[in-house]
């Protein structure tokens, strides 16, 4: 659903009426070069809060009032490269029937920030906890689910595909699906190629474990083609309708619900747990504990959690 004028709608009040970060009172005699470096696009008080109130609809994600500049600064370049003085010819744009300028923008607001192995005791987890519990539970149908969503640029969903061929379950003929998905389909794309400067697998992974997985490229180390065939990419908004996935056996979703209200966090862990097997897993952030997880799942310490009921 789109975000139109009439269900939000930049209100400017005179008395209220701010340039840039500074209301005009404050700051009342910015040269116009000084100016274009502290505010090279108009945006006021009443502009963020308009930015709020879109992105929390579009995404889930809740720009608290300290970000201010920060949202700002990582829309920019789309202003700048769509030559638009004032943020509030951006919405407009944004708003202008079959407009995708909302992906980008979204794009641009959502925060990447993730690594190989990040949060290891998870890995760990899967490797000694999970995949032998799967094995053992598997009698004909030998197959492994596992969903990474809010993958950013794919260093979790390539350090799952690791753990899973480094543990014995990959020489025993087994189905194995990694799906993987992310807002920003910057992300995805970066994630879909593979390719990292070398120093970010460097610390986290010992050599043999990169010669087994990667090839070099100069600076940068290219995921294999057995790795890559195991995940599948894709852009998906969580708060969106999914497709019909089969039950997953574990989904990661770390950070992400950090960045979303009580309701929305509570509504994807409801569908979290609808969407996962028997005996499913979930892993969140480090951050992310869940309130009362008591009914739908147990806690085993650390932000894992084992489907309950
Ligand atoms: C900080 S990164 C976490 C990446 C990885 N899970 C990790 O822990 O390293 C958060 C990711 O969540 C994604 N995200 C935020 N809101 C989302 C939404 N509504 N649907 C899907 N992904 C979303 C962002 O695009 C971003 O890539």
Known sequence: MRATRSSISPTTSPTTKRSGFFSTREKPAIKSAERRKTQEFAFDASDFAYLQKLVKEKSGIVLTDDK?????????????????????DYFE???????????H?????????????????????LAKTILPAVQKRATRQ???????AGCSSGEEAYSVAITICESLLSSAGWDIEIIATDLDSN????????????????????????QRYFDEDGSYLQAKTRLKS??????LN??????????????????VIIYFDKPTKRTLIDRY?????????????????????????????????????
């Open 187 to 210: 992300m995805i794309k970066t994630a879909k190629a593979g390719r990292y400067r070398k120093q970010q697998l460097t610390s986290s992974m010992d050599d043999g474990v990169i």
């Open 93 to 103: 744009l944004i708003n202008r029937p079959g407009s995708d300028e909302i992906d």
């Open 230 to 235: 195991m995940i599948s990419f894709s852009r």
């Open 238 to 255: 969580l708060l969106g309708s999914w497709p019909p996935f089969s039950k997953f056996d574990l989904i990661i979703c770390r950070n």
């Open 142 to 148: 030998k197959n492994l689910r596992i969903w990474s």
């Open 273 to 309: 747990h609808q969407a996962l097997s028997t005996e499913g897993h979930l892993f969140l952030g480090h951050s992310e504990k869940m309130d009362d997880p008591k009914k739908q799942f147990t806690s085993l310490g650390k932000t894992s959690y084992l489907k309950a009921g």
């Open 105 to 125: 923008c979204l794009n641009a607001i959502s925060t990447n920030l993730t690594s190989f192995f990040r949060e290891k005791h998870h890995f760990d987890f």
């Open 68 to 88: 201010q500049v920060m949202a700002y600064s990582r829309l920019t370049s789309r202003l700048r490269s769509l030559k638009l003085d004032r943020f509030r």
